[in-house]
C-alpha cells in the first residue's frame, strides 16, 4: 500500500475529499497572488507549493473514486482539442 492509500485509509475518504477542496481553493489564493504579485520570488515558490498539494489529492481522489488515468486522458484530450479549435477560430474572426 502506498502513501496515498495510507493516507485515505488513516484519515478516511470524506476527510480526504475535504482536504482536496480546502488544497484546491488555496491553489485559487496563490494564482490570484501571483496575479498581483508576479515578480515575487516566495508568492511563486507558494504558488508552486499549492499545486504540489493538488497534484496530491488529485491522486487520491482517483483512488477514492477508482478513476483510471485514461479517464483522465480521454477528457484532457477532447478539451485540448476543443481548445485548440477556439483558438483557430478566434484567430480566423480577429
Known amino acids: 500500500m502506498d502513501i496515498l492509500e495510507k493516507a485515505i485509509r488513516h484519515y478516511g475518504a470524506k476527510n480526504q475529499m475535504g482536504v482536496a477542496c480546502e488544497e484546491s481553493a488555496e491553489l485559487i489564493q ?5 496575479l498581483r ?19 496530491i489529492m488529485i491522486d ?3 483512488i477514492i473514486m477508482n478513476i ?3 479517464e483522465i486522458e480521454c ?3 477532447y478539451k485540448l482539442q476543443r481548445l485548440e479549435r477556439r483558438i483557430e477560430n478566434e484567430k480566423k474572426s480577429n
Open 37 to 55: 504579485y508576479k515578480d515575487n520570488i516566495e508568492v511563486r515558490n507558494n504558488l508552486v507549493e499549492e499545486i504540489a498539494d493538488v497534484l
Open 30 to 34: 496563490a494564482i490570484s497572488k501571483c
Open 60 to 62: 487520491q481522489l482517483k
Open 75 to 77: 477528457y484532457r484530450d
Open 68 to 70: 483510471k488515468d485514461y
